[in-house]
């Protein structure tokens, strides 16, 4: 019986960052007192329809949840441990803003039970968090990771981006230089993706802000692989870097397929087989908790569908074969018979590796990602 992964969604930051499409609102901190006592209600009332399962990771995201306190992180955890089976062992996370978590903050964490922090770093350059509209300043990232390492973490992570206006290939350098330096368990490297509806991407639409061209970026993305590769770090996923053994364990549920349970404003869940999805409005999320009114949906996916995403999750995973058999049991099929056309022709163009056992993504397919997937669209 597979493990259950736990996300809680804590939607609140303090400013919105210019590139920032996630599920957050800045200016509604009043409304953190009701939104943790709407969370705590529905993880009490969720309804777990079957078998006991064990917890292995729980991963507090946001927004940034680093604006809880440690005592109100500490009943969080606590309510989740009441209600499910987790491992003593477990892996839990949170998202720290290094604006927001000194020495002490970091210990209040440890003394809620987190054993993870994921810091949102983006940057150690001035002039590129300015370009994000980050509110944190270039010296607080490094200072908040020697911060978690006093006070005794031994996970953790630091997202990094590149592909920012302005940005060049010798501050791309700079950023892992110093990252590799003060040596993280755990590295993740995102390409700048621009959302509509976001201050930079209307920025960048009138040409007052240029991003790098494709060339640029391709440089970029290789000395990020390049350089994390030569610091120890292992390439597991299209943006996730770790050191032997520290990869994340809650994303890798993400990836492969596995079951979590996502709790808060705008959270999804995967279980049973089912796709729920919550509201993502915070004031619709506590009062649908005053009203006792359902906070989950449920997305609805046709087969073919549920496939692709699959698919889509696995793939990224470099080097990680998916068993032919294991996709067959879930869903029903004779995957290589049904896709075998489409799995010769793309081996033959070095996008898939194809095994006795199963198929995995060569560099070349994970970098034509979308392309490999649209040829497992069109069979059915
Ligand atoms: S801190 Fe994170 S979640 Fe909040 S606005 Fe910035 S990018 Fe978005």
Redesign the pocket.
């Known amino acids: 019986m597979m493990s259950l992964g736990i996300y809680v969604h804590i939607p609140f930051?303090?400013?919105?960052?210019g590139?920032?499409?996630?599920s957050?609102f800045?200016g509604m901190e009043s409304l953190i007192g009701s939104y943790l006592r709407a969370l705590a209600k529905e993880i009490k009332s969720f309804e777990l329809f079957d078998e006991l399962r064990e917890v292995d990771s729980i991963f507090i995201g946001?927004?940034?949840p680093s604006l809880l306190s440690g005592s109100e992180l500490k009943e969080l955890t606590s309510g989740i441990k009441e209600k499910f089976m987790v491992s003593p062992d477990a892996e839990v996370s949170i998202?720290v803003?290094p604006s927001s978590a000194g020495r002490s903050y970091m210990e209040q964490l440890i003394e809620a039970g987190i054993n993870r922090v994921s810091i949102?770093v983006?940057s150690f350059q001035s002039k590129t968090l300015d370009k994000?509209?980050?509110?944190a300043r270039h010296d607080d990232a490094a200072a908040t990771v020697k911060s978690a390492k006093i006070a005794g973490f031994k996970n953790i992570s630091v997202d990094l981006m590149f592909g920012v206006p302005e940005q060049t290939l010798y501050d791309v350098e700079k950023e892992l230089e110093i990252a590799i330096s003060i040596s993280p368990e755990h590295i993740s490297a995102y390409q700048l993706t621009l959302a509509e509806g976001t201050t930079l991407f209307e920025k960048v639409k009138k040409g007052a802000e240029i991003l790098p061209d494709e060339k640029l970026l391709l440089q970029m993305s290789q000395k990020v692989s390049d350089s994390l590769l030569s610091g120890g770090y292992r390439h597991y996923e299209i943006s996730n870097f770790a050191k032997q053994g520290m990869e994340c364990r809650h994303n890798l549920h993400y990836w492969r397929g596995g079951e979590f349970i996502g709790f808060g404003a705008g959270a999804h869940s995967f279980y049973k087989g089912r796709r729920l999805y919550n509201d993502g409005g915070v004031k619709k999320f506590i009062e649908n908790s005053n009203s006792n009114l359902p906070v989950f949906e449920e997305i609805e996916e046709d087969e073919n569908q549920r496939l692709v995403d699959y698919l889509l999750m696995r793939f990224r995973l470099i080097d990680e074969v998916i068993d032919f058999s294991v996709i067959n049991q879930r869903f029903n099929i004779d995957f290589l018979k049904l896709y075998l056309k489409e799995i010769t022709k793309l081996e033959s163009f070095g996008l898939l590796k194809l095994s006795d056992s199963g198929i995995c993504l060569t560099r070349k397919g994970l970098s034509l990602l979308n392309n490999v997937l649209l040829e497992f669209v069109k069979v059915r």
Do not use: H, I, V
């Open positions: 930051c303090r400013s919105k960052c590139y920032c499409d996630f957050s800045a946001g927004g940034t998202e803003n949102g983006q994000l509209w980050r509110q």
